[in-house]
Structures are given as C-alpha cells and as structure tokens.
C-alpha cells in the first residue's frame, strides 16, 4: 500500500457582512491520489482561541484527517484573517462563524473549539441550532472563579512553564501577528462572556475536555459547566496543559469520535 502523503489542502477566505473568515479544508491522500480512508465518515471543524490561528491544531489535523474532512476556520483578524473595522462580541463571532460555514457548504460536522474557541463554538450552536452534529470543547474559558483579566494572566504564564517551547512559539508568534490592540479590545470580550449561562441552550451533545495539568481550566470548572448543560460529559487527558491537543493529539482526536458516535 502506498505511503500517506501529507495532507492536502483547500482554502476560503468568506465573506460575512464586512468581515471575512478563512476556512482551510484538510483531505489526507496517499501517493496514488486516493483518498486515505477507508470510507469518509465525518467532518469536523476546528475554531482556534485568542490570538491564535489553526497553526496549533497541525498535530490533531494530521491525526483526524485519517478518518475526516477537515476544516479549520480562523476568525476576524486572527490568524491570516483581516481585522474588522469594529470590535466584535462573542455573539458576533458564533453568528459570523455559523454563516460563513454555510456560505461554503460545510453543514452536519462536528464543531470543536479551544480555550476562547469553546466560547465562539457556543454561540455558533445558539446561532445555528441544527447545524452542527456534535460539539467538543477543549479547555473551555473564562472559570468563573477567575474572570479578571489579571487572574487569567497569571494562569497563562503557569501555563506557558509546563506547555512545550514549540507551543509558546506558536502561540507568542501568532500572538504577535494578531496585533496588541485587536487581542486586548478582544480579551475583556472573553471574559465578560459567560460560558456557563450560554452553553445551557445548546442542543447537539456537548463534551467537554481538560488536560490534568490545565491551570486555566480547573476540574471543578469543568464540572460546574457540565451541571450548567444536562447531558454533556466529561473528560480529562491525564498529565497535559491547556494545548492538549497538540500534545496529545491521538487521545483528543479519539475523545473527538467518540462524542462524534454518539448523537
């Protein structure tokens, strides 16, 4: 059997109102130019947290990319996506998020979203009810213990001392190319959200997932987000930081078909 060439790519860059949202599409070939699944089973959509863009996702693409389409999308002036000329709210990012989605025909995936992604994740599921299949939530902001921009400050830098050093590259670089001013006019945005009123109304099945070392995203926060949405359920990959899915990218994309299996 021929070996697996690297995963090919498709790129959007949509429209919604006077903003635009760029969607990249991952299909895993191999040498032949044949699909590399067996059979095409779902497709799955990443959204990425604040100040960050789909570069952290690379380890969990390649992994899900066996057995999906997948698509990562980058929100308003994150990543290579132009600034708005307003400052957006997290409603605006959901319902911008849901449209561009269906203007580019990607309907019935799993949605999944990290840290300030989870937020955005959920309002797309206010915004589109019936859109999405399932919805999984990695490291999900802002504790509701700790909504203070200083609090979550002091969590990021005891995050950055156990995440690896390719992680805090990516992360400060991106950081860098959102820009000071979009990033802090958005931060206050992510704290003032509230995760745990929102996520009560969302209808597909909810999983929500921590890494053990998480100090952004403590245990008994997780659980209060479950208890805030019956029948959502729980996981933890032992041992990692907030970015566990670059760590640990077979044990989330696993956790990922698992929710995505049951519906």
């Not at 403590?218 to 209060?224: N, S």
């Amino acid at each position: 059997m021929p070996a697996a060439a690297e995963a090919r790519t498709g790129f959007q860059r949509v429209t919604v109102g006077d903003t635009q949202v760029d969607i990249r599409t991952y299909r895993r070939f191999d040498d032949a130019g044949t699909p590399d699944w067996h059979e095409t089973r779902s497709e799955v959509v990443l959204v990425h947290g604040i100040g960050a863009s789909e570069r952290y996702y690379r380890p969990l693409i390649w992994e899900l990319a066996r057995t999906s389409i997948v698509h990562t999308l980058e929100l308003p002036g994150f990543g290579s996506t132009p600034k708005p000329r307003r400052q957006l709210q997290m409603e605006d990012f959901g319902r911008i998020a849901a449209e561009a989605l269906d203007t580019a025909g990607i309907r019935g995936a799993q949605w999944v979203g990290h840290s300030m992604g989870c937020q955005v994740v959920v309002e797309m599921a206010l915004a589109a009810p019936d859109a999405a299949s399932s919805v999984v939530l990695l490291g999900p902001t802002i504790n509701d213990a700790e909504r203070s921009a200083p609090l979550q400050a002091l969590r990021l830098m005891q995050d950055c001392l156990v995440e690896p050093p390719a992680v805090n590259f990516i992360l400060v670089t991106d950081y860098l190319r959102a820009g000071p001013r979009w990033y802090l006019s958005t931060l206050p945005v992510m704290i003032h959200h509230r995760l745990e009123e929102r996520i009560r109304e969302v209808k597909p099945p909810v999983l929500l997932v921590r890494g053990g070392k998480d100090p952004v995203v403590r245990a008994d926060w997780l659980a209060r987000l479950a208890l805030a949405r019956p029948g959502a359920v729980t996981a933890e990959i032992p041992g990692q930081p907030h970015v566990m899915m670059y760590t640990r990218p077979k044990e989330t994309a696993e956790l990922m078909r698992t929710a995505a299996a049951v519906q």
